[in-house]
């Protein structure tokens, strides 16, 4: 008696045992998404960017910390500039030398063009041999060549201004993109190779979302379409996404595909960005690392069900 009772006890506590796993699974299971939509779990991206010096110099000033927002163009750190402004400074000296030196090359061209003229007019009436108009012609010949020597040497002296003025507009770092800095890499008093790097930034005008979808609904998804992010934080407010890329290849494939269920199991990612024109009015409020779910039309005559309404 002592084993059937065993037995009874044991077939109870397993039908018990099913009934609460059908219970929950009724109770737990995804709900089925709007007809003509499909689904997928994901966090806010942003494209990173960074504030990186072009030419090599030390780091005097640091104008933000992690965290901060920058407008494009706005100065985030500075070079010393000291020793080029100083080059700078020398190089204009010389240019101005020699804009002197052209024009008194100018004043010898003039000189020698009237001694040529004159002399010209002379060996007309024969007052004057053909030797000093020889003489005279090469006099020419020299005062236009040194008048071209000197303009060059204002042009090289100009260049070399304008080089040296450019690098130190390089000095002056500015943001690249309206964006956040994610990190402060250097500090005051670090010498920065080129190309080295103060901030690293998320630029705020390229947010997005990559989700996964199964091949049957990715392949019914088209570029270009239009896409909603609902994240968790922001249950009622749908954002406004495009569809900008489907990824040609699945990200998930056992090693054998021999059944349909292996067949299922392929997902594809997917990249829906935000609307520019949304996150401009709301960039403090959708934040990169924010979790969430992106929604896609499978079919391009399907209708946003009420929750996913842009307001």
Not at 122 to 133: D, E, H, N, V, Y
Not at 134 to 152: E, G, H, I, P, Q
Not at 258 to 272: S, Y
Request: glycine content about 6%; aromatic content about 6%.
């Amino acid at each position: 008696m002592s084993a059937l009772l065993r037995n009874k006890k044991l077939i109870i506590i397993i039908v018990l045992a099913a009934i609460v796993a059908a219970v929950a699974w009724y109770f737990l299971k995804p709900s089925a998404g709007p007809e003509g939509l499909a689904s997928g779990n994901g966090r806010l991206e942003a494209t990173e960017t960074a504030v990186s010096t072009k030419v090599q110099g030390k780091l005097t000033e640091v104008f933000f910390r992690e965290g901060a927002d920058l407008k494009v163009d706005e100065v985030a750190a500075q070079l010393d500039d000291i020793p080029l402004k100083a080059d700078i400074k020398a190089a204009q000296a010389v240019a101005e030398q020699a804009r002197e030196d052209v024009k008194s090359a100018m004043s010898q061209q003039e000189l020698a063009g009237v001694t040529l003229r004159r002399t010209q007019e002379l060996i007309k009436k024969g007052f004057i041999s053909a030797a000093q108009l020889d003489k005279d012609v090469s006099a020419m010949r020299t005062a236009n060549a040194s008048l071209a020597a000197a303009k060059s040497r204002v042009a090289e002296a100009d260049a070399k201004v304008a080089s040296l003025q450019a690098n130190l507009n390089d000095l002056t770092l500015k943001s690249p993109v309206n964006g956040r800095i994610l990190y402060r890499l250097a500090e005051p008093g670090e010498v920065l190779p080129a190309g080295g790097r103060v901030f690293s930034m998320l630029d705020l005008n390229d947010v997005y979302m990559y989700i996964y979808l199964s091949a049957a609904d990715s392949g019914n998804v088209q570029l270009g379409s239009d896409a909603r992010i609902l994240l968790d934080a922001l249950p009622d407010m749908p954002i406004p996404c495009k569809v900008t890329y489907v990824s040609p290849k699945n990200q998930f494939t056992p090693k054998e595909v021999e059944t349909k269920d292996e067949r299922e199991k392929f997902m594809f990612r997917v990249k829906l960005k935000v609307d520019p024109d949304w996150l401009a009015q709301n960039a403090t409020i959708a934040k990169p690392g924010m979790p969430g779910i992106g929604w896609v039309k499978t079919n391009p005559d399907a209708v946003w069900p009420a929750n996913l309404q842009v307001k």
